[in-house]
């Protein structure tokens, strides 16, 4: 939910010489950019310094919005090619997101060393959690619905595919989040609803 000035008034100003007023959009939209960037780069450190890169790389860039979109989509693009980059500057390092046993193995990892602090989890992290574990159309999808509030016509413009082709894909990928929370999470989730 958005209060204050709208994106495109904010962007008006900055581009008048108003360059603090670039600091309402990166408070506005910095837990998206961070979470679009743990999607592609797992260690927080690197999805950390990816949105900070974003976020300047959308300074310099404010001139071409055009506003024929919302802002949050043409900051995801800017994401998506941020990401991109980073990934191929580093790619001995990086596994595969579509290996399941690599998440498999960090979370049990992660369990083993924090088990206490697991259950001090809040509901927006092992939500966070559980998108990890989905694979990278699922997890981006619910992200940009979520997280983004994009439309399902943004989405399908973002991704490049139909509106009707986006409802049918969230619609799968809130299942399989559902099943990853019920089988990665379940003393939370039965703590969450009172069982």
Known sequence: MQTGPNDNSIIS???????????????RYQNFVFTLCLRYA?????????????????????????????FSTWLYTIVH??????????RPDIKSLDEEHVFAAADTKHSGLHA???????????????????GPDDGKIITLFYKGEQSLEEIGRIMGIEPNTVKVKLHRARLRLKEKMEKHFTQEVKDLVGG
Request: charge should be positive; include cysteine.
């Open 42 to 70: 797992p260690l927080r450190e690197d999805a950390e310094e990816i949105a900070q890169d974003v976020f300047i790389k959308a300074y310099r860039s404010l001139a071409d919005f055009r506003g024929d979109a919302k």
């Open 116 to 134: 206490n602090q697991a259950e001090q989890k809040s509901r927006v992290g092992m939500v966070n959690d559980a998108i990890r574990l989905l």
């Open 81 to 90: 090619t941020s990401c991109l980059t980073f990934l191929r500057k580093k």
């Open 13 to 27: 100003r900055v581009l008048q010489g108003e360059q603090q007023a670039y600091a309402v959009l990166v408070k």
